[in-house]
Structures are given as structure tokens and as C-alpha cells.
């Protein structure tokens, strides 16, 4: 069934070429019949930035029907961390790649215009559910990564899979990644690129130590649990966004977590993909 989007949310990067964008998709809302019927709520520093009355609201308090994301894929990892409900997710890409950010913005205007009038359906995407200890961290929508704290000093843990031992290995860290995070750090990590809809998490050893430590693909319901050994720090980072130390015999537990959604595009995946990775080459980012 289709949503018909009355309730709408916008989230904005904030950089000048970001706030062109958003101004226009609030234009586009307000032409459509004068905007009744509609109700737009925007992020305090959007609201700011474009000088309307209008109180912002924050991310953790936003209830509606569609939530835009104006920026990179940053941005919307951003907003995910801060999201309290499930809301169907679109990102339009004034970032550098944007593999979660859809919508380019010469399309923006249109795309919002047909989502308007015609409604839209949801794409589910997997999360990973991260407790250090007993301690709740943000879902993670691309990946947790374990990272050395001190570049040039090795970590020494063991990784287990529903209570065996996968891996014992030294390592500049190890990534837990979601098959939509296998674009990002992973795939830079020597991880294998895998198809989102396929329902699985993928380990990926950072730099180890070891000739036959490889990527591991695992099933999406599996519990993964990671254990420092050595005495060295470490970090846990999630999505490049949420970071926490790590100290030593501290456990991490990773399994399935609660879906993202996102506003469904149809578009041939393998070609986006191929022509967002040849871009990449050109692009700093």
C-alpha cells in the first residue's frame, strides 16, 4: 500500500547550495493547492538558515509521514542515529558520492512533486543492534567498526558467531557491516560488495596480522560478539558518526537490529553502483 504524504519533515546539511534545494522543495509543497492539507516541519537550524517564523523541531522529535534529507549520505546516518520512529527516509545528494542519498537535485523538485500526487512505497533496509557490555549504542545502518585508538599499535581480540570462535587475530581493528554499509568503509577495507537485499552481516578484519584471516559473510539473525584481549584501547565507531572507547575485556554483542526505511527508487542497482564508484575515483571525499 502506498503512502500519501501530508506530513512532511525536512533535514538540511546547511551549506549554501543545500539551502537553494530546500527552499525550493518547500516552494514545491506550498504551490500544491496553496499547501493545504499539508503540514511541513523542518529541523531547528533549517529553520534558522532560512529565516522562516516557523519553530524548528528536532529530528528525535518528528512525527510524520516523510522525512526529506538535503546533503550527503552523512547527513542521513545523521538523522537515522537521531530518529524515535520509523519514518520513511529520502535522501537528495548534495554531497560528494551518495550511495544513500538518492535523488540528485536537478530531480528533487519532480521526484517530491510525484511522491506528492501519486504517494510512494517503502524500501526496508537492515540495521546491526550494538551493545557494548550492557549498554545500548545507536543502530548501525552502514557499520560498527572496532578501531585501534593509537595508529601503529595492533588490538588483539577473538570474534565469535552464536558462541564459536570465528577469528583470534591481531588487527589495525575489524568492521561489522550491513550489506548497504558494504559500499562504504568495508569495501575500502577489502570487503566483498553485497546486494542489499540479501539479509546478512559482513566481518571484515582491518589490516590483520594473520595470511588466512578473510571477510566473512554471515547470516543477518546471527549474534556476533567481539572481546578486546590485549591491554591497547580501542574505539568504537558507528556510521563515522557515534564514537565510544573501549578498554580492555570489554565485549561488544552484534545482531539483527530494527530496519531503516527509505522511500522506494527504482533504479538498476549494479549500474548505479559501477557509475558511483568510477565518479569516486575523480571525487575527495
Known sequence: M???????????????R???????LIEC????????????????????????????QRISDMDVDL????????????????????????GVNTGTIGFLARVQPENAVSTLRNLILEGFNVEMRQRLSIRVMDEEMPYAMNE??????????????????????????????????TPTGSTA??????GPIVDPRVNATIIVPIAP???????????????????????????LVIDGQFYR????????????????????????YFSRLLNKLRSGEDEEI
Open 209 to 235: 596480522f594473520k595470511l588466512t584471516a578473510r571477510p566473512t559473510i554471515v547470516d543477518i539473525e546471527s549474534e556476533i560478539s567481539l572481546e578486546l584481549l590485549g591491554t591497547k584501547d580501542a574505539e
Open 67 to 90: 522525512l526529506v534529507c538535503v546533503g550527503g549520505d552523512g547527513t542521513i546516518l545523521r538523522t537515522l542515529h537521531y530518529l524515535k520512529r520509523p519514518t520513511p527516509v529520502l
Open 245 to 268: 572507547k573501549m578498554v580492555k575485556e570489554e565485549k561488544i554483542s552484534i545482531t539483527k537490529g530494527e530496519h531503516a526505511l527509505f522511500v522506494e527508487i527504482p533504479d538498476r
Open 29 to 56: 509543497i506550498r504551490e500544491r493547492e496553496g499547501g493545504e492539507g499539508f503540514e511541513v516541519v523542518l529541523d531547528p537550524d533549517s529553520a534558522y538558515k532560512l529565516g522562516m517564523q516557523m519553530q524548528g
Open 2 to 16: 502506498k503512502i500519501q504524504p501530508r506530513h512532511i519533515g525536512f533535514v538540511c546539511r546547511g551549506e549554501s
Open 18 to 24: 543545500d539551502i537553494s534545494v530546500l527552499k525550493a
Open 144 to 177: 560498527a567498526v572496532v578501531i585501534t585508538s593509537k595508529p601503529g599499535k595492533m588490538l588483539h581480540f577473538v570474534i565469535f558467531v552464536d558462541g564459536e570462535e570465528l577469528e583470534r587475530l591481531r588487527a589495525d581493528g575489524v568492521v561489522f557491516s
Open 185 to 190: 568503509y568495508a569495501m575500502s577495507a577489502g
